[in-house]
């Protein structure tokens, strides 16, 4: 597949999810670069900020498997990953597959299930692969999972430990729609019964497995020069130097924003990483690999404005 073809995909994905989604053009963006560089993605917003329904309709444009988990307080690993059981009649185990074995997985309200129950996916996101009584068994290439939880000061949710949120490509805060969108919202979707259903409006695949693997493929070869590199390794290494953190990204979070900014370029149509695309991902790559120190959360200092102070410090290559 051709860098022209990569680019065309993308725009009829973009397409198709806005017939059922209104706005949330960075979101369905950092969604299509999360697909192309093999990433997860992370969406974070309040209740009935179209979170699902953009998961949904995304799956249904790219015409993969889709699966849902609706993670609660009391679900267990097994339930996500399943298990061998006991088969009576044939007196032997047999493997029960649980919703993981999927193409593209929704893992609704992931922030309300126990920290045990989330690591249930840390394999499976980093390795694309689970392990069931010593067994592994693969997920293959195109798994990727799309994760929603609500805000962490909402009652009854449980904050993903480090290791998880690392796991994510991006975290992308999904916020309330502007006068405009929410008044196309409620004339769109005001009298439908049927509104979580992709199909319903209009939503069809434009790709397919072979087509994903494609532009898997593609991205991969998109060039990636020196400057580019040394301006990745510089915001990488200021967030350790930032004072107001206590914990900046790790060596993984560079080689993730090197990819998807291969990713960005092959969907705007380049062969070639720019500076441009490095400055675009950061900030939603980095918020969730860094920590503030306690001086700064005290003084009440966010970890975006932290990150962007580092980003604009930082000269990018011209």
């Known amino acids: 597949m ?72 009391d679900l267990m690993p097994a ?44 394999e499976a996101m980093q390795e694309r692969q689970v392990t069931i009584d010593g067994q592994s068994h693969e997920l293959g290439e195109r798994f990727m999972v799309v994760a929603t939880q609500n805000p962490i000061e909402q009652q009854g949710v449980y904050p993903l430990p480090e290791a998880q949120l690392d796991r994510f490509l991006f975290k992308q805060t999904v916020d309330y729609p502007s006068a405009d969108e929410e008044r196309r919202i409620i004339a769109s979707h005001g009298a439908r019964k049927e509104a979580m259903d992709p199909a319903a409006w209009g939503v069809e695949s434009r790709a397919d497995a072979k087509t994903i693997t494609a532009a898997l493929k593609a991205v991969s070869g998109i060039r990636l020069v020196d400057e580019v590199i040394d301006y990745i390794a510089a915001l990488i290494r200021g967030t350790r130097d930032a004072p107001d953190l206590q914990s900046g990204a790790s060596p993984r979070a560079g080689a993730m924003l090197a990819g998807a900014a291969r990713a960005r370029a092959a969907i705007e149509g380049r062969d ?45 290559p011209r």
């Open 2 to 73: 051709k860098v022209e073809e990569v680019q065309s995909l993308g725009e009829a994905i973009r397409g198709e999810v806005a017939k059922a989604v209104v706005g949330q053009e960075l979101t369905v963006e950092l969604m299509l670069v999360s697909l192309f560089a093999g990433g997860h993605i992370l969406l974070e917003g309040p209740p009935g900020t179209a979170k699902t329904l953009l998961a949904h309709s995304f799956a249904a444009a790219i015409g993969l498997d889709f699966g849902r988990i609706q993670f609660t307080p």
């Open 79 to 122: 339930d996500i990953i399943g298990g061998n059981l006991f088969n009576f009649q044939t007196s032997s185990f047999s493997l029960t597959r649980g919703p993981i074995f999927t193409e593209l997985l929704l893992a609704d309200e992931i922030n309300r299930t126990p920290p045990k129950t989330q690591a249930a996916l840390l």
């Open 272 to 316: 070639f990483v720019i500076p441009d695309d490095v400055k675009r991902l950061a900030p939603p790559l980095l918020r969730h690999r860094v920590i503030l120190s306690p001086a700064a959360e005290i003084n009440g200092r966010k970890v975006e404005d932290i990150v962007a102070s580092i980003i604009e410090a930082i000269e990018a």
